[in-house]
Nanobody
Framework: QVQLVESGGGLVQTGGSLRLSCAAS????????LAWFRQAPGKEREFVST????????YYADSVKGRFTISRDNAGNTMTLQMTSLMLEDTAVYYC???????????????????????WGQGTQVTVSS
């Protein structure tokens, strides 16, 4: 069983920055596929970013490209999302997600679908105000 706990959300003004963290337990992070998703009120959960097991390759939704940076620390069993130049439309609950079933999966396409991830954190609220 994998447990994920997000932290670092909060209230920030437009143009500000936040750093989200996802701490994993129950299984080594190096064996898991990881991604960040977000869900705004009244909207479907959407892909934000994903990172390969080694951390060498990353992929971002167009809406956050150039502003967000994903990273992972397999030794520390954590994943982070550094968010800069935040905009009102970034307001959402942010979730980290993990999957054990990643062998042979197509990078990055497979990792952009929330239905492919079986483990989720409780979410952390990010609110961007003007």
């Amino acid at each position: 069983q994998v447990q994920l706990v997000e932290s670092g959300g909060g209230l920030v003004q437009t143009g500000g920055s936040l750093r989200l963290s996802c701490a994993a337990s129950g299984r080594s992070l190096s064996t898991l596929g990881l991604a960040w998703f977000r869900q705004a009120p009244g909207k479907e959960r959407e892909f934000v970013s994903t990172i390969t097991g080694s951390g060498r390759s990353t992929y971002y939704a167009d809406s956050v490209k150039g502003r967000f940076t994903i990273s992972r620390d397999n030794a520390g069993n954590t994943m982070t999302l550094q968010m800069t130049s935040l905009m009102l439309e970034d307001t959402a609950v942010y979730y980290c997600a993990a999957s054990r079933d990643v062998y042979g999966r197509s990078w990055p396409t497979w990792y952009t679908s929330p239905s492919h991830f079986g483990y989720w954190g409780q979410g952390t609220q990010v609110t961007v105000s003007s």
